[in-house]
């Protein structure tokens, strides 16, 4: 049998850091040709051209697509998504591929799923079935699965959402989340407070002005760049203009240097995923702001608060209580060799196709 001629779309630094244990995995195996067909804040200088961030392997043959416009509006995330699929459906149609595979819930994947769609071209969905009911990410996902014929979720609750949207219960395989292949909890000297949050219907720049003023009490505040969604360049524009001695404005990094800033946090403050599936496993407690991740499986390590400065105070002192850090662990989302597990079962459904 011919290698699988595999697709990967990566739009954001982010979601390329969760998938790289999957590229790594099938770049080394003789039975898969992969493309990564690279588009979104990844070819924007201004989030930090993170293209250039991108691993060279053998065997990985790299796409280019332009689909973001500079914008920072709902109309303008529209524009970008037709810019997606003007750019994408040619790349796809002269390399056709036998599986394009998409991870998560942002507005290029979709726009990559309704091009392999339109072409026949069947797509693994990995991270379906989730919920983040106070972000639009929760409605691409939902349309992403939709259009799958493969579906890897995270957490067995995922997995019974999909079969609730009746989805065939034999293409979904819960093989574990991807995002935590290799992490293990960190035991050193925790430095300083993580910042990682993004635009959402309850979290714009006043609300992010309140999140900075409750961190205060940290002697060093880390702050990482919100993504290319409407209203991140707004937040952005915060975060470079709060003129405080404890901020650091953090430049996009790779996925390893940003674990080992996360691991080394006394605690990460935002509504990033971060916060929601990495942090629990490296030992960092979270305080996750409003709604935007709402509905999702959370760590018991996890504090919920509402956007307002007090209220974000209190939930870090409660963050880092003795009794919080001390208890046993509660964690919905697994890892462990999650890749291998992932790329085996793409291989059994390349056979039997």
């Known amino acids: 049998m011919s290698a699988l001629k595999a697709c990967i779309v990566t739009g954001s630094r982010s979601e390329y850091g969760v998938l790289q244990p999957l590229i790594n995995t099938l770049c080394d195996d003789n039975d898969f040709d992969v493309t990564l067909l690279v588009c979104g804040s990844h070819l924007a200088p201004e989030f930090g051209h993170t293209l250039d961030l991108i691993e060279r392997r053998d065997w990985l043959h790299i796409e280019t697509v332009e689909t973001l416009m500079s914008s920072d509006t709902p109309v303008g995330v529209c524009k970008s998504m037709g810019l997606g699929l003007l750019g994408v459906p040619e790349v796809l149609d002269r390399l056709e591929p036998d599986l394009l595979i998409a991870e998560g819930d942002r507005s290029e994947m979709l726009t990559a799923a309704l091009a392999a769609y339109n072409l026949r071209i069947p797509i693994a969905h990995i991270s379906g079935g989730d919920r983040t009911a106070g972000s639009l990410d929760d409605g691409y996902r939902d349309c992403i699965s939709r259009l799958a014929s493969l579906h890897f979720p995270d957490t067995d609750l995922a997995a019974g959402r999909l079969r609730g949207m009746e989805i065939l219960s034999e293409t979904i395989h ?7 292949d290799g992490l293990e909890p960190y035991m050193g000297e925790r430095k300083h407070c993580l910042v990682a949050a993004h635009p959402a219907a309850d979290f714009g720049p006043a609300e992010f002005e309140q999140l900075l003023d409750a961190c205060s009490v940290f002697g060093t505040v880390r702050i990482t760049q919100a993504g290319a969604d409407a209203g991140g360049r707004a937040l952005n524009r915060v975060a470079r203009f709060y003129k405080k001695d404890y901020i650091i404005l953090m430049h996009p990094m790779k996925r390893e240097p940003f674990l080992q800033m996360l691991a080394q946090a006394q605690v990460i403050v935002g509504n990033s995923s971060a916060g929601i599936v990495e942090a629990p496993a490296l ?52 890892g462990g060799n999650v890749a291998e597990r992932i790329k085996e079962r793409i291989r059994q459904w390349h056979t039997n196709s």
């Open 174 to 180: 819960c093989e574990g989340c991807l995002s935590l």
């Open 283 to 334: 030992g960092t407690p979270s305080v996750n702001i409003g709604n935007r991740q709402l509905g999702r499986a959370m760590a018991s390590t996890i504090v919920q608060v509402t956007p307002n400065k007090e209220g974000i105070k209190l939930a870090i002192q409660t963050a880092l209580h003795d009794s919080m850090l001390g208890g046993a662990l509660t964690q919905p989302y697994k």
